[in-house]
């Protein structure tokens, strides 16, 4: 006959989860349902009166064009940011798990840079591309490129790209070596007996081997650079020039505390977290079946 084991129940499983529900309720839940409450609203500058509106500010938004030209800019922004910074995380990640001699000093100095905050790092760019005083528009200026991303708009662009891919890159190099020194040494050299060089093994073994890393990389590098790249925009180019660099996220604070349009700006970060939502969701109902765990 079995016997059934019945454990008392204890209030310790909750005392444990209980700081982390508490951070997610007060920092997310909380602040999204204020968002998508404010986004029904139509409120003066100084909060003094409120008007309810029901999808009014959606409709709006979607009628205007700067609207629309920042979304597609920012999906183009974190396309471009994404593949940027995995690709070279993933070569210098090559380069280094194949170091012998100083190769601890090697990754410390390809990871430092992660530790620089978004605005310093913005702060680096501007002034090494200051179209007056920055030492890469005078060799730019030797090859008869004139770099002023003041006032061309695809030179802003292409600068904050390369600062937000290179603030991100020791981040994913990070988890790209630990993935490649996870692999079996003798699988490596079992294909290098078989005759397979370098570039046969990292792409018939090495690369669909780190492809879950890869994968979570792709989702995290996605949510960077729609969110956390605000810093380095506004250090540099503050969304100019003529809004050329102005993603979702800069113009949610742009319109909410300059322009003071705080319904408008509440439905902006609503549409912005549910495209968010929506892409991972895809990333990991699409993306996750051509990965190899």
């Known amino acids: 006959m079995l016997k059934r084991v019945h454990f008392p129940s204890s209030v310790l ?5 209980a700081p982390q529900i508490i951070v997610t309720v007060v920092f997310f839940l909380w602040p999204a349902a204020q968002a998508i409450y404010q986004s029904f609203l139509i409120e003066d500058a100084f909060g003094l009166s409120t008007e309810f509106v029901w999808f009014e500010n959606f409709e709006l938004l ?3 064009a700067h609207y629309l030209d920042s979304f597609w800019r920012t999906l183009f922004f974190s396309a471009a940011v994404a593949l940027l910074s995995m690709s070279v995380a993933l070569i210098l990640a090559g380069f280094a798990d194949r170091i012998v001699r100083g190769a601890t000093a090697y990754r410390t100095l390809l990871i430092w840079p ?9 702060a680096l760019w501007v002034f090494m591309f200051n179209p007056t005083l920055g030492i890469f528009p005078y060799f730019l200026d030797m090859l008869g490129v004139d770099w ?7 030179q802003a662009m292409a600068l904050v790209i390369f600062a937000a891919a290179w603030k991100q890159i020791a981040y994913n190099f990070l988890f790209y070596l630990a993935a490649m020194q996870s692999i079996p040494l003798s699988l490596i050299e079992a294909a290098a007996i078989d005759g397979a060089g370098p570039v046969r093994r990292f792409k018939d073994f090495v690369f669909p081997l780190i492809s ?14 729609f969110f956390d790249t605000f810093g380095i925009i506004h250090a540099i180019t503050q969304g100019g020039p003529a809004n050329s660099t102005t993603i979702l ?6 319109d909410g505390f300059v322009g003071l349009d705080l319904g ?9 977290m549910f495209l968010v939502i929506i892409m991972t969701v895809v990333q990991f109902r699409y993306v996750e079946r051509k990965v190899e765990y």
């Open 13 to 17: 499983p909750f005392l444990l989860v």
């Open 62 to 64: 979607f009628a205007d």
């Open 114 to 122: 992660y530790a620089v905050a978004p605005v310093l790092a913005g």
């Open 148 to 154: 002023n991303h003041y006032l061309n708009g695809s």
């Open 212 to 225: 879950p890393t890869t994968f979570f990389l792709l989702v995290i590098n996605a949510v960077y650079a």
């Open 249 to 254: 996220v800069y113009k949610v604070f742009n």
């Open 264 to 272: 408008g700006s509440a439905a902006q970060s609503v549409i912005l």
